[in-house]
């Protein structure tokens, strides 16, 4: 039984290290190492704009935009009532992110959270995310704004 569940152990530390992963490049605007994350064909449900990216190449030039516009900001991403879910080769990750914009004093200028889903797949590459869900929660009354804190 113990080795069991040193097993389990062992995979769920390998999942979280894809969200550390996750957050170290996002903070060091390393387009390539956002995109090593995820298989070649992930499907991605995004919150902003697009709703529906096939794969990474038709993601890669908003991720580019989106990492290459910051300037000499940094964003810094913290993920709370993370969740894991796995098998030998699939795994699901939920989470809350909290994206925050970081000004070069290391002062915080916007932020927001997102929920988001994660579907890995673990294979010669790794654990590689191969569907991405993310969104928002809109107000229930007249006015369907987002609520952009949980």
Do not use: C
């Not at 709703?51 to 913290?78: C, F, H, K, M, Q």
């Amino acid at each position: 039984m113990s080795e069991k569940i040193d097993a389990v152990n062992k995979e769920t530390s390998a999942i979280m290290q894809v969200l550390s992963a996750y957050k170290v490049a996002i903070y060091e605007k390393n387009v390539n190492a956002f995109i090593e994350l995820y298989d070649s064909n992930a499907r991605v449900f995004d919150t902003w704009n697009i709703w529906l990216y096939e794969n990474v190449d038709a993601r890669s030039p908003v991720i580019n935009a989106w990492l290459g516009g910051l300037g000499s900001e940094r964003v810094t991403v913290n993920f709370d009532n993370v969740l894991v879910t796995h098998s030998d080769d699939l795994a699901m990750v939920t989470a809350v992110g909290t994206y925050a914009a970081m000004s070069l004093e290391g002062v915080e200028l916007r932020s927001m959270q997102n929920r988001f889903t994660w579907a890995l797949r673990f294979s010669d590459k790794g654990w590689k995310i191969i569907h991405e869900h993310t969104s928002v929660p809109i107000a229930n009354d007249l006015t369907a704004k987002l609520i952009r804190d949980l």
